[in-house]
């Protein structure tokens, strides 16, 4: 019944987006193009220098444990962040979610996803990540001016009933579509709203990302993910408005045949356009497009009879990540490791842990027509 019902709202929403699809190609640029203009007119407009790194902390236990080279491996129901193109590789209804604490716990953040086969080559996945800060104090206006002096010096003191909190966090929601157009060939698509808190203050902000994924010969992938690829307008409620450059994950993978198991090398490249030329591992011109930095990363995976994996990756932040995965009847567990240099171990070490459900039974397997 669930897979009836599913399916029949998804055949309706499919046919009602196909009616509307030459309106929504000229509505969305032109409304785009009117926030664009009202911004500048109305607003400060800056191109926000790292204003989309928390979608860039990356999400998947499995993912996170091999540096995040994942654009070319991803098939499961985190392919909608990774590569929106991958989200055609799933065959059951999935469902992911993601704890991580960092930072000695003051930072937490969090992850879920459903991913939904649809017919024979399509597939449908809505996802929510959040990062944030909470019960942080709020003393502006506990504190006690016991001279009467107007200054703040020793002897004031906090009233401690007039201390209030709030939070400062980010929210992203992914919508994610994805159609295999041939068995070496897919194509997908986010269309992903954003949303920032910061003590009385918000933004609002809508972005799109493009995925492919291509397999040249057996065993051999290559994805892309161009994230932001319209600049992504975030405006907040102070006037400021901040531009989201566009990032270019490109990446690939290999699958070996090793003792009864796969042996999985990946390698990935972020390609940025925010002049990062001292927070990357290069940095270079590109003839008729500009400066942009380069970051790898790298991973390798080894699966087991598709019982137990075990991962070691290096990240774009330096970090070398270690992973581990178990494969149960319809659950994957999946934990990554990752510790920043000596030379600042006081930020504590990044635990992350995933859960995979798949509902695998043949009712709700991908159909066949």
Do not use: C
């Not at 046919?15 to 109305?42: D, E, N, W, Y």
């Not at 774009?316 to 659950?331: E, S």
């Amino acid at each position: 019944m669930f897979r009836i019902h599913t399916l029949e709202w998804i055949r309706i929403f499919y046919f009602k987006a196909m009616r509307m699809k030459k309106l929504i190609l000229v509505a969305v640029p032109a409304f785009a193009g009117i926030m664009l203009q009202v911004s500048v007119l109305f607003g400060q407009t800056v191109i926000g220098k790292y204003a989309g790194e928390f979608m860039a902390i990356g999400v998947g236990g499995r993912a996170l444990g091999l540096g995040g080279a994942y654009t070319a491996l991803a098939g499961d129901a985190t392919a909608g962040y990774w590569n929106p193109a991958a989200l055609t590789r799933i065959q059951y209804p999935e469902i992911m979610i993601m704890h991580d604490e960092r930072f000695g716990s003051l930072v937490n953040y969090d992850y879920a996803s459903v991913a939904i086969p649809y017919g024979p080559d399509a597939s449908l996945a809505f996802s929510i990540l959040r990062l944030g800060i909470d019960g942080i104090p709020d003393t502006r206006n506990a504190w006690v001016d016991v001279n009467g002096n107007g200054i703040f010096d020793d002897n004031n003191r906090p009233d401690y009933d007039k201390i209030t909190y709030f939070n400062a966090s980010d929210w992203a929601l992914y919508v994610t579509y994805a159609k295999q157009s041939s068995e070496d060939f897919s194509y997908g698509g986010n269309v992903k709203l954003v949303r920032r808190d910061l003590a009385n203050e918000s933004a609002m902000g809508i972005g799109f990302d493009i995925g492919l994924l291509y397999s040249p010969m057996p065993d051999l992938y290559v994805g892309l993910n161009a994230q932001d690829i319209t600049t992504t307008l975030v405006a907040w409620s102070t006037g400021r408005n901040e531009l989201i450059s566009p990032t270019l994950k490109i990446g690939g993978a290999y699958f070996i045949d090793l003792f009864g198991g796969k042996l999985a090398p990946a390698l990935d490249f972020d390609v940025r356009f925010e002049h990062r030329r001292f927070a990357s591992i290069a940095y270079v011109y590109i003839p008729g497009i500009g400066a942009a930095s380069i970051d790898p990363h790298i991973g390798l995976e080894y699966d087991f009879k598709h019982i137990f994996a075990v991962r070691l990756g290096y990240n774009d932040v330096k970090q070398i990540t270690f992973g581990a995965g178990v494969h149960l009847r319809k659950l994957d567990i999946d934990y990554s490791f990752a510790r920043f240099g000596s030379d600042v171990n006081d930020l504590g070490d990044t635990h992350r842990i995933s859960l995979r459900l798949m509902l695998e039974e043949e009712k709700f397997m991908r159909s066949k027509e």
